[in-house]
């Protein structure tokens, strides 16, 4: 092991021990800034998993930062989902497309590392692999190298819908569920997974995915609620100031419900249905005037109204 990689291997499992012994862990992070623990994690994913495997570690969750870094030369077009990628992003310019399926090869690659080290391991149906995504991401037209206003931080579908992909291999069916879920079921469906399911308690507001996906039962229809906020908050601890919408699925309908913060978003009702595009606002027509009250009443059970 190189001395490099032996003082980063060295940070992380002074970031275990820290957690162990107490220690604040912003002292250890700032310790060991110049490592870049982020980075590491990112570049390389199969020889952390196996520093911390040899460790003892029970967990280990990776943060890609691929999609906010450029690696400055496009990777060869490797199977059908990498070429698809590319050929999906060809309305973009030319640096954009590269800069974007630069992103995608890198990710593909070290899920890829994560992977093989498992089957060398021998740890497949010993784990359970849970992907997921902070938001999503549609590029500008006319600016391809940002995203446009109705995906990341907006209340629309290109800025909501993310994958989460679980994998349990011996235990979990392949399948694909088209019901709402969130991000916030992955805590009680991971203590349900280690046998823990004693540990779920009422204020937790995601619910337990195995037995759907270990096809035990079918997953049932329920609302999903969200919220969203501009890139920054000007003040810790305080979310309900910042809050520019919230919003609840419920079946086909969508209703985006205005906050305090600035820039506002409008009150909208959208049927996902007949309009995925999500350009027809029917909260204001007589006809949908109950549905927009059902849904808001739900919205107010899930977070209290928040005055403008």
Same mark, same amino acid.
């Given at each position: 092991?190189?001395?490099?990689?032996?003082?980063?291997?060295?940070? #992380?499992?002074?970031? =275990?021990?820290?957690?162990? +012994?107490?220690?604040?862990?912003?002292? /250890? #992070?700032?310790?060991?800034? *110049?490592?870049?623990?982020?980075?590491?994690?990112?570049?390389?994913?199969?020889?952390?998993?196996?520093?911390?495997?040899?460790?003892?570690?029970?967990?280990?969750?990776?943060?890609?930062?691929?999609?906010?870094?450029?690696?400055?030369?496009?990777?060869?077009?490797?199977?059908?989902? *990498?070429?698809?990628? =590319?050929?999906?992003?060809?309305?973009?310019?030319?640096?954009?497309?590269?800069?974007?399926?630069?992103?995608?090869?890198?990710?593909?690659?070290?899920?890829?590392?994560?992977?093989?080290?498992?089957?060398?391991?021998?740890?497949?149906?010993?784990?359970? #692999? /849970?992907?997921? +995504?902070?938001?999503?991401?549609?590029?500008?037209?006319?600016?391809?190298?940002?995203?446009?206003?109705?995906?990341?931080? +907006?209340?629309?579908?290109?800025g909501l819908r993310t994958p989460v992909l679980l994998r349990w291999d011996g235990r979990i069916r392949p399948a694909e569920h088209r019901q709402p879920i969130s991000t916030v079921d992955l805590v009680p469906?991971?203590?349900s997974a280690v046998g823990l399911s004693a540990e779920i308690t009422p204020r937790m507001h995601g619910r337990d995915l195995m037995d759907a996906a270990v096809a035990r039962r079918p997953l049932r229809q329920?609302?999903?609620?969200?919220?969203?906020?501009?890139?920054?908050?000007?003040?810790?601890?305080?979310?309900?100031?910042?809050?520019?919408?919230?919003?609840?699925?419920?079946?086909?309908?969508?209703?985006?419900?205005?906050?305090?913060?600035?820039?506002?978003?409008?009150? +909208?009702?959208?049927?996902?249905?007949?309009?995925?595009?999500?350009?027809?606002?029917?909260?204001?027509?007589?006809?949908?005037?109950?549905?927009? *009250?059902?849904?808001?009443?739900?919205?107010?059970?899930?977070?209290?109204?928040?005055?403008?």
């Amino acid at each position: 092991m190189t001395r490099r990689r032996a003082a980063r291997f060295g940070a #992380i499992q002074a970031l =275990y021990q820290a957690e162990l +012994s107490g220690v604040p862990i912003e002292r /250890v #992070i700032a310790e060991f800034q *110049a490592h870049r623990l982020a980075d590491l994690l990112t570049r390389e994913p199969a020889s952390v998993l196996e520093f911390v495997a040899d460790a003892g570690y029970v967990g280990l969750g990776l943060g890609h930062e691929t999609e906010h870094q450029r690696t400055g030369k496009r990777p060869g077009l490797r199977g059908q989902v *990498a070429r698809a990628a =590319y050929a999906h992003a060809r309305f973009l310019q030319h640096f954009a497309r590269d800069c974007l399926f630069q992103r995608f090869a890198r990710f593909d690659e070290t899920v890829g590392r994560l992977l093989e080290c498992l089957n060398r391991r021998d740890l497949f149906e010993t784990t359970l #692999i /849970v992907f997921a +995504s902070d938001n999503g991401f549609r590029p500008d037209r006319e600016r391809p190298q940002r995203h446009d206003g109705r995906s990341k931080l +907006s209340p629309y579908e290109d800025g909501l819908r993310t994958p989460v992909l679980l994998r349990w291999d011996g235990r979990i069916r392949p399948a694909e569920h088209r019901q709402p879920i969130s991000t916030v079921d992955l805590v009680p469906t991971v203590l349900s997974a280690v046998g823990l399911s004693a540990e779920i308690t009422p204020r937790m507001h995601g619910r337990d995915l195995m037995d759907a996906a270990v096809a035990r039962r079918p997953l049932r229809q329920r609302p999903v609620f969200g919220a969203v906020y501009p890139n920054d908050a000007a003040t810790l601890g305080r979310p309900r100031l910042h809050v520019r919408g919230r919003w609840v699925r419920d079946g086909v309908f969508k209703l985006i419900v205005p906050g305090p913060a600035e820039p506002a978003v409008p009150l +909208s009702l959208f049927d996902l249905s007949s309009d995925p595009d999500e350009i027809r606002n029917l909260a204001l027509d007589p006809a949908y005037a109950d549905r927009v *009250a059902r849904m808001r009443k739900l919205l107010d059970q899930w977070w209290p109204a928040l005055q403008r």
